[in-house]
């Protein structure tokens, strides 16, 4: 049973059990209501299955009995990675729904768009599925926590391998045209300071562009030697196999966010990927050296009874389920105190929280003045098979 296997590597916060907040909508004595959108469709919808892997855990916990006598109800709309129809599939979960709040939201152009609105409307918007640095502004962004390790950190630990890899190396750098891209950019100019004009070149595209092939093919010409691939899986996957095809063999990086071996690596191809590098929070449960560790083991059983069919080769379903765990966490903190303002208040109170399905070292810790669920990451290279981790683990404390 998962509560035994993170009970067994967690320190459990203990509150103190309360009476339920009258006034919190969608809290019943049977019912906490809660609300999601994910990109069911559209340019990023591989990434949607985060969505149906959180689905599952939730009617994993349900099944259990829920949380203190009261079931989860999670409401997901898709927003088809469209800002536009983000803002008001969010407006329908708050104001026609009246969830108690929202939980992992993915995708930053749509939180970008909606997450001044939920603030604003004083409702928790928790562990968002977005590293956009902005995000974590919690004196800005009151009611949001994190569920990505920021875009910050994750591209100053890529700029300093590359920078130890190869000193004087050209570093070419396709970025989504978003806060997600753009972060990765600003890492890599605030690491490298005075050097980043001279040794970078970079290119932005556009999620409604169909392919990114010439944004390649003019990277390639500029000379460059380090090549990394900030956007999600359908573009990145787009990037290995058009360098494979005009023979470009840089130091080639990939983003966490682009990492799962079924969105990316094997829709470009399995051996074109060789020798690509990333970073990760989580175990790849295909990987041999994982066959025998528990809480892959476990994760293997909950897939199979609630996701049957589906590809457990598919990072975003474990990541979905490692959210539906930290959802899990918080409200077991809550007791019975589900008020907003002890909802936000438990989300910036986790201790010690270490999945089972996370790198060995990785656990959540957060506060009041840290939002973040995760500030620690490990890199990792593709062996044509599975990934390889390499190196110690790296943090946003020491980068």
């Given at each position: 049973?998962?509560?035994?296997?993170?009970?067994?590597t967690v320190l459990i916060a203990t509150t103190a059990s309360y009476t339920v907040h009258a006034g919190t909508p969608g809290i019943t004595e049977t019912e906490i209501r809660v609300g999601a959108t994910f990109p069911f469709s559209g340019p990023a919808s591989s990434l949607s299955n985060v969505g149906k892997g959180l689905i599952a855990y939730?009617?994993?916990?349900?099944?259990?009995?829920?949380?203190?006598?009261?079931?989860?109800?999670?409401?997901?709309?898709?927003?088809?990675?469209?800002?536009?129809?983000?803002?008001?599939?969010?407006?329908?979960?708050?104001?026609?729904?009246?969830?108690?709040?929202?939980?992992?939201?993915?995708?930053?152009?749509?939180?970008?768009?909606?997450?001044?609105?939920?603030?604003?409307?004083?409702?928790?918007?928790?562990?968002?599925?977005?590293?956009?640095?902005?995000?974590?502004?919690?004196?800005?962004?009151?009611?949001?926590?994190?569920?990505?390790?920021?875009?910050?950190?994750?591209?100053?630990?890529?700029?300093?391998?590359?920078?130890?890899?190869?000193?004087?190396?050209?570093?070419?750098?396709?970025?989504?045209?978003?806060?997600?891209?753009?972060?990765?950019?600003?890492?890599?100019?605030?690491?490298?300071?005075?050097?980043?004009?001279?040794?970078?070149?970079?290119?932005?595209?556009?999620?409604?562009?169909?392919?990114?092939?010439?944004?390649?093919?003019?990277?390639?010409?500029?000379?460059?030697?380090?090549?990394?691939?900030?956007?999600?899986?359908?573009?990145?996957?787009?990037?290995?196999?058009?360098?494979?095809?005009?023979?470009?063999?840089?130091?080639?990086?990939?983003?966490?966010?682009?990492?799962?071996?079924?969105?990316?690596?094997?829709?470009?191809?399995?051996?074109?990927?060789?020798?690509?590098?990333?970073?990760?929070?989580?175990?790849?449960?295909?990987?041999?050296?994982?066959?025998?560790?528990?809480?892959?083991?476990?994760?293997?059983?909950?897939?199979?009874?609630?996701?049957?069919?589906?590809?457990?080769?598919?990072?975003?379903?474990?990541?979905?389920?490692?959210?539906?765990?930290?959802?899990?966490?918080?409200?077991?903190?809550?007791?019975?105190?589900?008020?907003?303002?002890?909802?936000?208040?438990?989300a910036r109170s986790i201790r010690g929280l270490a999945l089972p399905t996370a790198v060995p070292g990785v656990v959540i810790n957060t506060g009041p003045d840290r939002n973040m669920a995760y500030t620690q990451l490990q890199l990792q290279r593709w062996n044509g098979n599975s990934w390889e981790q390499f190196g110690d683990l790296l943090s946003?404390?020491?980068?």
């Open positions: 049973m998962v509560t035994r296997l993170i009970a067994a939730v009617k994993s916990i349900n099944d259990r009995g829920g949380i203190n006598g009261r079931k989860i109800n999670l409401i997901t709309y898709d927003d088809a990675y469209s800002p536009p129809k983000t803002m008001e599939q969010t407006r329908k979960l708050i104001e026609s729904d009246e969830v108690a709040f929202l939980f992992g939201p993915l995708g930053t152009p749509g939180i970008s768009a909606t997450i001044k609105y939920v603030n604003a409307k004083t409702v928790p918007d928790l562990f968002v599925v977005s590293g956009a640095t902005r995000f974590t502004n919690f004196i800005e962004y009151p009611m949001t926590t994190t569920g990505l390790p920021s875009y910050d950190t994750e591209g100053r630990i890529y700029a300093k391998y590359i920078t130890q890899k190869l000193p004087s190396a050209k570093i070419a750098i396709l970025y989504q045209d978003d806060d997600l891209g753009k972060d990765f950019v600003n890492a890599f100019r605030e690491y490298l300071r005075d050097d980043f004009e001279k040794k970078v070149v970079i290119s932005s595209y556009e999620v409604t562009e169909p392919t990114i092939d010439s944004h390649v093919v003019n990277l390639k010409a500029a000379g460059a030697e380090a090549f990394l691939v900030a956007g999600t899986p359908k573009f990145a996957a787009q990037a290995i196999k058009k360098a494979n095809e005009i023979g470009w063999k840089p130091l080639f990086l990939i983003n966490f966010v682009s990492s799962s071996v079924s969105s990316t690596i094997l829709p470009a191809g399995a051996d074109k990927a060789i020798g690509i590098v990333s970073a990760t929070i989580t175990k790849d449960p295909n990987d041999r050296k994982w066959a025998d560790d528990p809480g892959i083991k476990w994760y293997r059983t909950h897939f199979e009874r609630y996701l049957p069919g589906a590809d457990i080769g598919d990072n975003n379903y474990l990541f979905g389920t490692q959210q539906g765990q930290v959802l899990e966490q918080v409200l077991r903190q809550c007791g019975d105190d589900l008020s907003r303002e002890n909802i936000v208040k438990q946003a404390d020491s980068k």
